[in-house]
């Protein structure tokens, strides 16, 4: 993928100047910060930050990745008033935690610095903090989609496997799905903490407690990946219903065993991509597409691999 875009974006400069088209306004110390809620520890933001850095190379601008450690929203709120304290050209962030997160980045939009919400929150909330535009995945409406499916293949209980629920806007996922099977959400949802093993032990705990349990959902690779080793080890992996939000090398090799009936694709390459091309484009030319941009839900299921196999972890 990286290379067609590099193609597209030499191609293009081609046709540029063989038209003689004027030159592209000046970028010349032009920069823009991206602010994540995740952890250090949550391999899904790779894919994230090569976006980033793609889309920089090739707008000639300067990006910046900032986020929290331990995923603590509360420092966030603070990167994100650091960040606004830099004068960049855009700010770039999610907005895990409305309540938390409001304060730091209306105070950017006072600034006169232009914002663009991305993957946490709704365009509704975006649009109330005064960003821009919100690029993502709403993420109620993708657990309902995703809980509507599982009710067609004759699922009626299910764990989710929370890995984050410190992030609010997460949890809008097992809502939506639980939602989506017409059932209480209940004591359904877990909250697994971050560690490999305790995850894999957690989830092996609930479902020897609750044997009637019909299928698991779990919200990324970070508890994705031990939930699938929870499963190999007590012997449900294959049997049990299982469905993901998001896409990893192991949660890929899932899809492809037979593990994981499908994984939910939000294509975070395009949440931090086009950011940058949108606010490139605004700063220089003062010009700004009128909508917002759902990047997901898209299924991934074993009979459409093809390139998500290929690039998983990588652009996809």
């Given at each position: 993928?990286?290379?067609?875009l590099c ?24 920069r ?7 952890p ?14 793609l ?10 990745y ?220 003062g ?30």
């Amino acid at each position: 993928m990286k290379k067609l875009l590099c193609a597209v974006a030499t191609a293009a400069a081609f046709v540029g100047a063989s038209v003689s088209i004027a030159p592209t306004a000046s970028a010349e110390g032009e920069r823009f910060i991206l602010v994540s809620h995740a952890p250090d520890s949550d391999s899904w933001w790779n894919t994230i930050k090569n976006a980033m850095t793609l889309a920089g190379e090739q707008m000639g601008a300067e990006v910046e990745y900032r986020n929290p450690p331990t995923g603590d929203i509360g420092d966030m709120a603070r990167i994100i008033s650091q960040a606004a304290a830099s004068n960049p050209d855009g700010i770039i962030t999610t907005l895990a935690d409305p309540d938390v997160l409001k304060g730091p980045i209306e105070d950017a939009v006072a600034k006169g610095i232009p914002v663009i919400i991305i993957n946490s929150g709704t365009p509704e909330q975006a649009a109330e903090v005064g960003a821009l535009m919100y690029i993502g995945q709403p993420e109620y409406d993708a657990g309902l989609a995703a809980g509507q499916r599982a009710k067609r293949d004759g699922v009626g209980s299910f764990l989710c496997v929370n890995h984050v629920v410190s992030n609010p806007v997460v949890g809008e996922r097992c809502r939506g799905f639980a939602d989506g099977l017409g059932v209480d959400l209940g004591k359904s949802m877990i909250d697994s903490g971050q560690d490999p093993a305790e995850i894999k032990n957690k989830v092996k705990a609930y479902l020897s407690a609750n044997p009637t349990t019909e299928a698991v959902l779990t919200l990324g690779p970070t508890s994705a990946d031990p939930t699938i080793e929870a499963l190999k080890e007590n012997g449900m992996a294959g049997s049990i219903y299982f469905g993901t939000f998001d896409l990893g090398t192991e949660i890929v090799k899932g899809i492809k065993d037979g593990t994981i009936n499908w994984g939910i694709d939000q294509q975070p390459f395009l949440q931090a991509y086009m950011p940058i091309i949108v606010l490139a484009n605004y700063h220089r030319y003062g010009v700004l597409q009128g909508n917002n941009i759902n990047s997901g839900p898209g299924f991934v299921t074993k009979d459409a691999l093809g390139k998500v196999e290929k690039f998983a972890g990588e652009y996809r």
